[in-house]
């Protein structure tokens, strides 16, 4: 796990990235996301779809200034990094309580 500084961000923000290679529990992580688990409160992103580390870093930028300045679009700031990197800015919702699956 890697600490990452962000310019322009608070240095008492933290922010940490991993990657991950063959998750096999995939489908158990979203249904802890979904559940709104607070022990799985983190930004559950497919590295396949980054285009480069500058790419992430605009959506964790993105995110973390929303929440400062109070304009999230999302229920959290770990989603709304996911928010932030959909094109489409189409995230997965339960249809029960219309809360965010990222």
Do not use: W
């Amino acid at each position: 796990m890697e600490r990452i500084a962000i310019e322009l961000v608070a240095a008492d923000v933290a922010v940490y990235a991993s990657i991950f290679q063959d998750v096999s529990n995939a489908a158990f992580l979203q249904s802890q996301l979904v559940a709104r688990n607070p022990a799985f409160e983190y930004a559950f992103v497919d590295a396949s779809t980054i285009i480069s580390r500058k790419h992430l870093l605009a959506a964790v930028f993105n995110a973390v200034t929303a929440l400062a300045d109070g304009s999230l679009r999302t229920p959290n700031v770990h989603s709304e990094i996911v928010y932030s990197l959909s094109p489409n800015h189409n995230v997965r919702t339960t249809p029960a309580s219309g809360r965010c699956a990222c």
